[in-house]
């Protein structure tokens, strides 16, 4: 059964830090890109960064300079460092893992990170 847990969500300051983490189980974590996704309320799901099994990175314009994916292969576990956040962050930040065929995709639940100002 796949699970992908995040955490590390909360209620910042704008201009704050926060750091995600997703830990990933029954996925042979190391072979899929990882992805971190949020949705605001009355917005669409929206990509926020990805990091290719080989470790290639690319991020959403808006959040360029400010967060950093990364990934542990040894601990299934990938991360989302937030710095400088604003407002218009705050979201639902969802983990998800894309295997190498057509429709591995798994989501997880989500975890609320509330930017005030």
């Known amino acids: 059964q796949v699970q992908l847990v995040e955490s590390g969500g909360g209620l910042v300051q704008a201009g704050g830090s926060l750091r995600l983490s997703c830990a990933a189980s029954g996925i042979i974590f190391s072979i899929n890109s990882m992805g971190w996704y949020r949705q605001a309320p009355g917005k669409p799901r929206e990509l926020v960064a990805i990091?290719?099994?080989?470790?290639?990175?690319n991020y959403a314009d808006s959040v360029k300079g400010r967060f950093t994916i990364s990934r542990d292969n040894a601990k299934n576990t990938v991360y989302l460092q937030m710095n400088s956040l604003k407002p218009e962050d705050t979201a639902v930040y969802y983990c998800?893992?894309?295997?190498?065929?057509?429709?591995?995709?798994?989501w997880g639940k989500g975890a609320l990170v509330t930017v005030s100002s």
């Open positions: 990091i290719t099994s080989g470790g290639r990175t």
């Open positions: 998800a893992a894309h295997g190498p065929l057509s429709g591995m995709d798994y």
